[in-house]
């Protein structure tokens, strides 16, 4: 996959420009690192999260795009992410106090051209029956927003 099959059109809220900056980097990080990602992914519990992934294994990673610090004291909604996936961390720019993330989470440090692991990401197995169901979510939900690309280009 290269570069230009990344959407990296998702606008994230609060965070804008800052966000939308992390969000290129990291979506181009994880493709690069053999994840296949999609954006803003809204969860059985009715959360969205920013990005979900799976690897060729079909191990569940989510990533939560942090644009500042104000975004991160406001925002607590990615600890009801943890339940659905294998991997967790959170994805920030190069300027975002890091002292002040949890330690036992992972970090990717990004800008709008790409990103590396600063620290790995915090490791909790999904069980089987939910492991399913987010596999089978993401599925479908990437048909549907290829369907719906496909149906504007015509």
């Not at 479908?140 to 719906?148: E, G, V």
Request: hydrophobic fraction near 40%.
């Amino acid at each position: 996959m290269t570069d230009d099959a990344v959407d990296t059109s998702v606008k994230f809220t609060p965070g804008g420009e800052a966000a939308n900056a992390v969000a290129r980097g990291t979506l181009r990080f994880l493709v690069d690192a053999g994840y296949t990602p999609l954006t803003e992914l809204t969860l059985a519990n009715g959360r969205r999260a920013d990005i979900v992934a799976l690897d060729r294994k079909g191990t569940i990673l989510i990533v939560e795009i942090k644009s500042c610090l104000a975004d991160y004291r406001t925002d607590a909604k990615w600890t009801e992410y943890l339940d659905y996936c294998d991997l967790f961390g959170f994805a920030v720019d190069q300027d975002f106090p890091v002292d002040v993330l949890p330690q036992e989470h992972g970090l990717i440090l990004a800008d709008r051209f790409g990103a590396e692991i600063a620290r790995p990401y915090s490791s909790c197995p999904v069980n089987p029956a939910r492991r399913k169901a987010v596999t089978l979510l993401f599925a479908r939900t990437a048909a549907l927003r290829i369907n719906d690309q496909l149906g504007e280009d015509r």
